[in-house]
């Protein structure tokens, strides 16, 4: 099992890699900055716009994607962990997709609906809804056991930065090479040949 | 962001040495007045110790990412009025 953090971290990792090989430095300070290309959030998302839905404004802001910036992303990840089970919601705003990741295999719509929700609150007026399309397809590779959820969730990210398809992910029981990969990625702070 | 036109307040001498900060888990609010130098991790356990929580099971967050027990204000460019939010640790496998 993995938690919050560990997810996070190597999300993070991930997403920085990209962005140093594109050049992109992150600066809060000039808010006339272009989004990110890629990016990855916290995984509390999911549990904040059921909440307080508002504040992740706050959150878009600070990364620049308020005032339509978003749609110039290439791709945004929105880690969650619902029941006990880690997914991942992939939208790729200049395609206008919004795919979700499972590796038990589920459709998701909660949670493509809260992705939406999401949207809709970083866009404001600029959200149409009908720009937006859907992934209903489960193209995730399916875990053969009840613990490895959050290395297929990391992992599909990773492969989707790489512009791989979903089914490069081999499933395995208990993914012990994957696991290895990101704790030496972990402990480095820095990805150990995963882009490479 | 106001303009309260002090006299005494010259622009050149930028942001007040204090900051007023609210750290939210959306059930309480706490309010925290600290230095722009100071680690967060004190205000961090001082919340924890407040209500009763153990502060690995707790994540802050500044503007959806993830606060470390050693930044300071000043290290994340907080201004006065801005919040933490609190999370509960999410574990998941099955």
Known sequence: WLNDAIIDMYLQMLVNHQRAGEGFKPNKRDTKAPAPSVHSFSPMWFKTIQSNANSIAGWAKAVNMTHGRILNSKMIFLPLCDMSHWRLIVIKPQERTIEYFDSLGARGPTYIRAAHTFLRVVLENRYVASEWTDVHEQRSSRQVNGKDCGVFTVLNALVQLRGEEPNRIISDDGMEDARLRITVSLLAGKLTGEMD | ?94
């Open chain 2, 1 to 94: 962001m106001s303009d309260n036109g002090s006299p005494q307040q010259k622009p050149e001498e930028g942001p007040s040495e204090h900051l007023n900060i609210k750290v939210t888990d959306n059930n309480n609010e706490v309010f925290f007045k600290i230095k722009r130098t100071t680690v967060l991790k004190k205000l961090m356990d001082a919340f924890c110790d407040r209500q009763g929580k153990n502060i690995s099971s707790v994540r802050f967050l500044f503007d959806g990412q993830r606060v470390q027990p050693d930044d300071s204000p000043d290290a994340l460019d907080m201004q006065d009025g801005d919040t933490l939010e609190v999370h509960q640790e999410q574990i998941g496998g099955c």
